[in-house]
């Protein structure tokens, strides 16, 4: 009986050598050959449809909205369609909006890190929401329990349509065969491209957020006054022109993307156009970049902003997006 027990001790710390050196053998193989497996994700406010994340294999975290005091998720239009959302705030709704709070980030990374993922996640510009903080504890709480992991928040600087077109990028570089290590290094070097420029015809949904007083409201919405915008450098929205007629309007944000564009007029790269509750015009400003911009790979993604951003912004809002030149200011 003693020596069958020395012998099944002896068979269990073999295993475990070669257990271990399986694992060993494993990190090296990930390491050389950037075989890692890893799962990219992002908050719903990317915009993009379920059915676009479901093709370029992103995962998603959902941000939450209120509408006259009831309380959704921010999921794409599934919870609500995003026709009916609208249609309500032109009626007089009103809206409130909520960032995931850490636990729910910490629930979301941890299904995957169970399955042996690690995890690359860009948040919401933390310009505008508290999102990557969240992100951050819980990434935090996760690498005591997974220390075997890897776990990389990156603050994407930019929402919306720049959001959308930055994660599509992203998960293209990844099928190509980027590491995750590379990869969180070309986002956190690269985000600042990624520029976002957007105006809206709706002024009253700007001063009920604050962000435009009744006075000037009042004023700019008798003048027909479109606010134009852009996602700063610290991933704030700044007001850069203010501009008369939605029509001029669109011509400026054209005029924007050939002046910071990669390349200017020969830009070549992604192109994302989104609105909220404007398809029509939406469309005519995509036609406008298409015909301005000769080298596009392909005619401009075409969206609608979500519940999230749309909350702020209303009705009547259009944004593009595309790589240009670094933000600054």
Known sequence: MKNGSSFQVYIMWLIGILEGLQDDFRRVLEKRYNLSKYILSCCSTADITKEHFEKIDVKYLCFHFEIDGQEYYDDLGESMALSEFYGRMEKGA???????????YKDFFSKYLEEGYDVL??????????AFNSANIAASMLREEFPERKIYIVDSLTASSGYGMFMETLAEMRDAGTGIDELRDWAEANKKR?????????????????????????????????????VDANGALSVRAKIRTKKKAMAALVG????????????????????????????????????????LKEYPEIDQVGTTIGSHTGPGLLAVGFWGKERTE
Request: net charge negative; glycine share 8%; charged share 25%.
């Open 194 to 230: 990624v520029r976002l420029w957007f105006f809206t015809s709706e002024l009253k949904y700007l001063v009920r957020g604050g962000r435009v007083s009744k006075a000037a409201g009042a004023i700019g919405s008798a003048l027909n006054i479109c606010p134009m915008l852009e």
């Open 256 to 295: 924007k993307m050939e002046e910071l564009a990669d390349d200017g007029l020969d830009y070549s790269g992604k192109c994302y156009v989104f609105h909220s509750a404007s398809l029509e015009d939406c469309k005519v400003l995509a036609d406008m970049i298409n015909d301005k911009f000769k080298n």
């Open 94 to 104: 009103m809206t409130k909006t909520s960032q995931p709070n850490a636990q729910e």
């Open 121 to 130: 996640h860009l948040c919401l510009t933390s310009g505008i929401s508290g």
